[in-house]
């Protein structure tokens, strides 16, 4: 059974930073876009930011500049979200997201990890 697991959340100040991770577990065949949502209190799970197998990147424009996502190079299954020059509305649970193909089930699957909270103080 795929599996996330989130790292890496904490209290911080404005302006300071944090540095998320997310590991896959389980056998996977095939491992496709990975990326970061964000949900704060009484909203939607919004996307930050999503990375390709291929390394291509995209954010939404509130986090552009700020934070920057990437992946371990060698397997592919460690993503990281690098965030800086924080501001109290980036508070929020943020969880790891991952499509690819089970290598138990031959399906695909689509799997969430269990959110990490960042609580940034002004």
């Known amino acids: 059974q795929v599996q996330l697991v989130e790292s890496g959340g904490g209290l911080v100040q404005a302006g300071g930073s944090l540095r998320l991770s997310c590991t896959v577990s389980g056998v996977i065949f095939k491992l496709d876009t990975m990326g970061w949502y964000r949900q704060a209190p009484g909203k939607q799970r919004d996307l930050v930011a999503t990375i390709t197998y291929g390394g291509t990147t995209n954010y939404v424009d509130s986090v552009k500049g700020r934070f920057t996502i990437s992946r371990d190079n060698v397997s592919k299954k460690t993503m990281y979200l690098q965030m800086n020059s924080l501001k109290p509305e980036d508070t929020a649970v943020y969880y790891c997201?991952?499509?690819?193909?089970?290598?138990?089930?031959?399906?695909?699957?689509?799997?969430w990890g269990q959110g990490t909270q960042v609580t940034v103080s002004s």
């Open positions: 997201h991952a499509d690819g193909v089970d290598g138990d089930s031959w399906s695909r699957f689509t799997s």
